[in-house]
């Protein structure tokens, strides 16, 4: 999806004085964005209902079976790899998000990209290509989650993480964005891979966002229907 | 699920607010303003706006700097120590978080500048922080989304206003002798030592020494209006 920033041009001379013709141009851009995003979300839900619903149910098996979620990313995409196990580990109490009636499930989820010790440890050692395979590594177990986030797909970083989880048995999970790039091509070491199709990062981002939480309700729900 | 009426709804409101504070960045950034962002709970909100500013996803805009408060910290004595006049003070966070408030109610006396972002059918008080941005949600997942949204937003804007730059030159400053603005009215300050009748407070100008004999006793950190050396009340 283009930018729609085109129309306002930069202005050669220095003296423009009035601002508030600047700040409806910026209020039009931004209404215009928000919608852009909202339409773009919509179709993203849409798209991937199906996956969704099989990814969920996946997934609440290997938490049923004691398994547990690690998420990945760089970034603005190691923000979301936060707050995704923020989600998981701290669900809402508002009833409105709850897809059953009863409270959610607290679940064990952690961002690899948190820990600077580690981080910087790893980095530094064996290379930022490995920071989060090297973890996996140590922390995983056969029934667990690896969820990695790029909105390009390309990450290298995540692509050895995922390599690494499937070498384990781990069920693997990609959010991606662009075309789905390394994360969903032939071969990919990743079973469940969502795209969003844009080229703005921030609009596939702000659609990322919407498709954890609506993963993270289904999610509650399969395991809902299993208690 | 975010419900239609609550994303579309807010966005004519929360775009022009939008748009008032991109200019406010951008001005402030032209003048080598520092961000701080701090969101208590909520701390990868927060290190999500530090980093698009920092690392901008657009190659060729300008990196711009800005800091993630580190959640565990006390946010007001971290920030005391760091801001300096002119600098952005962002926060994502509730309207009645007292860590928060405690914030954002000193950004006068430091001289910055303050947006808040945030959600719920409670606001903050008109005037808490210079910019409130807000969506009316009480529903914490919806809440979040609208936040990548409404960050993402602000940093774009505020890039189209780099270029205008005829438009991110400081206001003019007053320099009649008496003004109404600058020298009939009280100066936010913040206290810094206390010395029986004489205490030096923090303003946007710099340290003063002032008398305190007017108010009661006040103690370091306390908020005080001065007007021509006198402290003439606490607040």
Not at chain 1, 66 to 92: I, W
Not at chain 2, 43 to 66: S, T
Not at chain 2, 122 to 138: E, L, Q, S
Request: hydrophobic letters at 45%; glycine letters at 8%.
């Amino acid at each position: 999806m283009p930018e729609t920033t085109d129309f306002l041009y930069p202005f050669i001379e220095g003296d423009e004085t009035d601002s508030e013709e600047l700040l409806e141009d910026l209020a039009r851009s931004a209404q215009g964005k928000w919608r852009q995003s909202w339409k773009l979300r919509q179709v993203t839900l849409s798209q991937h209902e199906a996956q969704l619903q099989a990814t969920a149910a996946a997934m609440a098996e290997r938490f049923a079976a004691g398994g547990r979620l690690f998420t990945f990313g760089n970034g603005g995409s190691a923000t979301d790899a936060e707050a995704v196990a923020h989600l998981y580990t701290q669900p809402p109490a508002g009833p409105a998000d709850l897809p059953a009636p009863g409270a959610a499930r607290a679940l064990p989820a952690r961002s690899l990209a948190e820990d600077q010790a580690v981080m910087t440890a790893l980095g530094n050692d064996v290379g930022f290509e490995l920071v989060f395979s090297r973890q996996l590594i140590a922390h995983g177990r056969g029934h667990d989650i690896a969820m990695g986030f790029s909105t390009s797909g390309n990450s290298d970083n995540l692509m050895r993480a995922f390599a690494e989880a499937r070498k384990q048995g781990m069920l693997t999970v990609g959010i991606a964005g662009t075309d789905g790039g390394r994360m969903a091509a032939e071969g990919s070491p990743v079973e469940q891979c969502f795209v969003v199709r844009s080229d703005s990062v921030h609009r596939i981002q702000e659609s990322q966002a919407a498709l954890n939480s609506a993963l993270w309700a289904a999610v509650q729900a399969a395991l809902a229907g299993t208690r | 699920m975010v419900a239609e009426h609550t994303a579309m709804g807010d966005a004519g409101r929360v775009a022009d607010d939008l748009a008032r504070a991109s200019l406010a960045l951008a001005r402030r950034f032209s003048a080598g303003a520092t961000m701080w962002c701090a969101s208590p709970d909520w701390p990868f909100h927060a290190h999500h706006v530090a980093v698009e500013f920092v690392h901008p996803v657009i190659v060729g805009k300008r990196a711009l700097p800005a800091v993630t408060v580190p959640p565990a910290a006390d946010m007001v004595a971290t920030l005391r120590a760091s801001v300096n006049p002119g600098d952005i003070v962002l926060v994502l966070a509730d309207a009645d978080d007292p860590r928060v408030l405690d914030t954002m109610r000193r950004g006068p006396a430091w001289g910055v500048e303050t947006v808040w972002i945030g959600a719920g059918s409670h606001r903050p008080a008109p005037g808490a922080a210079d910019h409130v941005i807000w969506v009316d949600t009480d529903v914490p997942l919806e809440a979040s989304e609208l936040f990548v949204r409404i960050y993402h937003l602000l940093w774009e804007l505020t890039h189209v206003c780099f270029e205008h730059p005829g438009l991110l030159k400081p206001e003019p400053e007053c320099t009649d002798e008496v003004c109404i603005t600058c020298s009939d009215e009280g100066r936010p300050a913040e206290v810094v030592t206390v010395d029986g009748d004489e205490a030096v407070v923090r303003t946007p100008d710099g340290h003063e020494r002032i008398d305190v004999s007017l108010i009661d006793a006040p103690a370091p950190g306390d908020l005080v209006l001065i007007h021509a050396g006198f402290a003439i009340t606490s607040s």
